[in-house]
């Protein structure tokens, strides 16, 4: 019997996939915590003056939600494909087990398969690793790359868990403080407004991916005519 495979998205990839998907469907894996630990020179910072972005640490008890895709056989190479080019800065593929919020299981433990999920470790050299929250926010707050503030990626991080019902404590903080400094500095913080935002912009949507489900509360099946269409391979494509 055919094993599906599914990649789970925790960062960009939950409001941005930009790749063809025949499903979506909230998940979350265990045993892992979302940190903006990781440095973003090729999208959200440049070389020298890094922007931050999340990845995944281990933390054993945690739950860490997300969105999952289930992928079709014909699209998986090119899908990967795409994937490793967007998150090559410091990331690496790895296979962890996925549970559905809908409750579907396939394995014994309960997990609805194995997904493919996208993390970068400390050894990588863009991995920034801890600082105080406040740190985080300020470094956020200064940085700028080819897919635009690295405001815009917190706020819409934020508020797409929000959305899911999802809790991360570390990120809602962040974005509150990041939130309250812009606004502080006379900076339009608000996701509604971010073309005000020199250099950013709203990601592209298509029928099918989560920018055109978020209003529509995670409907999790997705007729396979609406699947997102291809996307094209270039830097500004990528975690943003």
Excluded: K
């Excluded at 992928?71 to 090559?88: C, G, M, Y």
């Excluded at 470790?121 to 897919?147: H, K, M």
């Excluded at 934020?158 to 809790?167: G, I, R, V």
């Amino acid at each position: 019997m055919h094993r599906e495979t599914w990649i789970f998205g925790y960062g960009s990839l939950i409001w941005r996939p930009a790749f063809r998907f025949e499903e979506m469907a909230r998940g979350y894996i265990t045993g892992w915590a979302r940190r903006f630990w990781q440095g973003s020179t090729d999208h959200r910072g440049v070389p020298g003056a890094p922007g931050r972005v999340v990845t995944l640490i281990p933390e054993p008890g945690a739950r860490c939600w997300g969105m999952a895709y289930r992928i079709a056989p014909a699209d998986l190479d090119e899908v990967l494909r795409a994937l490793d080019h967007r998150e090559q800065g410091g990331y690496a593929r790895h296979d962890v087990p996925l549970y559905l919020a809908d409750g579907r299981a396939e394995g014994a433990d309960g997990a609805a398969s194995t997904a493919t999920v996208y993390l970068a470790t400390p050894d990588n050299p863009s991995y920034l690793g801890a600082a105080p929250l406040a740190e985080i926010a300020a470094q956020v707050l200064a940085s700028r790359g080819p897919s635009g503030s690295n405001v815009e990626y917190v706020l819409r991080l934020a508020e797409a868990l929000e959305a899911m019902n999802a809790d991360d404590a570390h990120v809602t903080e962040l974005a509150r403080l990041v939130r309250g400094r812009a606004q502080e500095q006379g900076t339009t913080a608000g996701p509604d407004r971010l073309a005000e935002h020199p250099g950013a912009h709203r990601p592209r949507t298509c029928e099918g991916s989560p920018g055109a489900e978020l209003s529509s509360q995670f409907r999790t099946r997705v007729d396979p005519s609406r699947r997102c269409a291809r996307p094209e391979v270039r830097p500004s494509s990528g975690r943003g």
